[in-house]
């Protein structure tokens, strides 16, 4: 079980744009889950009669303290918001602008307990995102264009594992959104656990090849500017 795999059993909190609340046992991380899951509720817009738009952008303000017992838990707690979120926005069938961002931040106008949430739709303006494979712990930043994986030495990405083929998949990266496809591979691929030939790559998607899983993400890499 993940970090806060058992947020649906959390406390209703309400949130309207930019969520406050002081919690007298202090702030734990299924508080900044279910913030995050009201703020996509609260500003989700129908655009068409098959489309909803959330913001992709998120911005969790937190006190002092707060912040540095969150920031010790360290890059899985970002994960574990990243895979919830998304996890929530395809059960409500949600649509992003852009690759989902989550940042935590320093606020000292905020006391312990408290969480103020900025979203926003960001489609690149200020901001460019990274793609990136990770293996067995390892992260493989993605080049735009075609990225093969497999076995072969001749791969862009070799993995140690007999179950798969030379060259097994390929992921495409275009700066903003990915696709994954099988190269006609001996065992064959998955994504999330479905066989597949070719498929849309949303971010925290599992791709698995053989005895080899590897997580596609997308990470921010905010200009100077932007705040």
Partial sequence: MGLLDSFEKGLERAVNGAFARTFKSGLQPMEITNALRRELDTKSAMIARDRILVPNAYTVRLGVTDHERMASLGPSLIQELHQLVTRHAAAQQYSFAGPLSIDLREDPSLGEGMIRIDSENVRGEG?????????????????????????????????????????????????????????????????????????????????????????????????????
């Fill in 127 to 227: 901001v460019s995102w990274q793609g990136v494979l990770e293996i067995a712990g390892t992260r493989h930043p993605l080049r735009r264009g075609r990225t093969v994986i497999g076995r072969g030495s001749d791969a862009d990405i070799t993995v140690a594992d007999t179950g798969t083929s030379r060259k097994h998949v390929a992921v495409l990266w275009d700066g903003e959104k990915a696709e994954v496809h099988d190269l006609g591979s001996t065992n064959g691929s998955k994504l999330n656990g479905r066989r597949i030939d070719k498929a849309p790559l949303p971010p925290e998607s599992v791709i698995e090849i053989g005895r080899t899983r590897i997580v596609f993400r997308v990470q921010p890499r905010r200009s100077e500017g932007r705040r």
